[in-house]
């Protein structure tokens, strides 16, 4: 499978705990975005990449929030001391600046579940 | 700020008929892309069909077709033919630059 594939696909975590999820995006692809996606709502943007290079958070990656792509392969989005609010699925998405700039290829996503 | 409004929650359809998504969105710029995605249920979203903002030709993509109205800001789907695998979350989305704003997000079911 060649898509873009994440890891863990559910978590279930304590309050307060720190939280990792990994993503790995479509090989050739040399943009990732990380969406976070509310019951009910639709997914809303928190950051992309281009290669290494974070170029845009929204105002809704608050500090406890971080991401990396180390390698500009794949990328991890960290939560530190998750509160209840944090519950939701977190899409990461790939996309080729050489190809159809507007294509994003979702992932599975991360179902993550605050107690 | 540019806002995507879906103003139907759920929707439904009988099998082999046809039904039709809203979608208004808000923006000043001139130049974007609109899109409808499909997430069936604990499955990962899928793009059905894209529009270019500059084309005033509506998109289609076998039974999904798009009618696109730029100076009212709307973008709805229309779905011929419909399936039982139709059945999913449809979220309507815009994109500019870098932002991409979905719209929370149309259930359809259809009925055997």
């Known amino acids: 499978d060649t898509g873009v594939s994440q890891d863990p696909r559910h978590k279930i975590t304590k309050r307060g705990q720190n939280v990792t999820f990994r993503c790995d995006p479509i090989s050739e692809h040399n943009r990732l975005y990380w969406y976070r996606q509310t019951l009910g709502q639709g997914p809303e943007f928190l950051t992309y990449f281009q290669n290494e290079a974070q170029l845009e958070k929204s105002r809704l990656l608050s500090d406890r929030f971080s991401a990396e792509r180390p390698k500009g392969s794949f990328s991890t989005l960290e939560i530190q001391r998750t509160e209840q609010g944090d519950s939701a699925m977190y899409l990461c998405?790939?996309?080729?600046?050489?190809?159809?700039?507007?294509?994003?290829?979702f992932g599975p996503g991360t179902r993550l579940t605050v107690l | 700020a540019q806002t995507v409004t879906q103003s139907q929650p759920e929707m439904s359809v009988q099998e082999a008929e046809t039904v039709t998504l809203s979608c208004t969105y808000d923006t000043s710029e001139s130049d974007y892309y609109l899109f409808w995605y499909k997430q069936p249920p604990s499955r990962q979203m899928i793009l059905v069909i894209r529009q270019e903002a500059y084309k005033q030709q509506n998109a289609t993509e076998n039974r999904f077709s798009v009618n696109f109205q730029k100076a009212a800001k709307s973008f709805s789907l229309k779905i011929s033919d419909s399936q039982l695998g139709d059945a999913a979350m449809y979220f309507c989305?815009?994109?500019?630059?870098?932002?991409?704003?979905f719209g929370a997000g149309t259930r359809l079911t259809v009925k055997p």
């Open positions: 998405a790939s996309s080729s600046t050489s190809g159809s700039l507007w294509e994003q290829f």
């Open positions: 989305a815009y994109l500019n630059n870098n932002d991409m704003r």
